[in-house]
């Protein structure tokens, strides 16, 4: 590995947790084509991406807990079945060839970009600053 690829794996991990944080972006929908673009076939850039945005997730859900917006019930019930569907994701993705793996998780790019345009299309449900 050289060491153009770890800083711009770091450099990733920064502006990854960064965006996350503030847009509540998910930071696979960064890691998984800047991952791909560094040399990783899809499959491994998208477990990696799993296993580097487990600690966002983790002082994520601490932070929103403190400030009361997590809820205990839903949010197990929610991790629980998440594992159930993991497993059969996993299975599905290594069925699958690589070209339809990038073509369907560029469609889900697609998705949430519309999703995002379309939102901001309306006024928020609540102001922003607290």
Do not use: D, H, K
Request: aromatic fraction near 8%.
């Amino acid at each position: 590995m050289s060491a153009t690829t770890i800083v711009l794996g770091i450099t990733l991990g920064f502006v990854a947790g960064v965006l996350s944080g503030f847009f509540g972006v998910g930071g696979g929908i960064l890691f998984v084509p800047t991952l791909v673009a560094l040399g990783l076939s899809q499959i491994e850039a998208e477990a990696t991406s799993l296993l580097a945005i487990l600690p966002t997730v983790a002082v994520g859900t601490w932070r929103q807990y403190g400030y009361g917006n997590v809820r205990g019930r839903p949010a197990f019930l929610l991790g629980v079945t998440s594992i159930g569907g993991a497993v059969v994701g996993v299975q599905i993705a290594t069925a699958l060839p690589e070209e339809t793996l990038q073509t369907l998780f560029a469609v889900l790019l697609l998705g949430v970009a519309g999703q995002l345009a379309w939102r901001a299309r309306r006024p928020a449900p609540y102001p922003s600053g607290r």
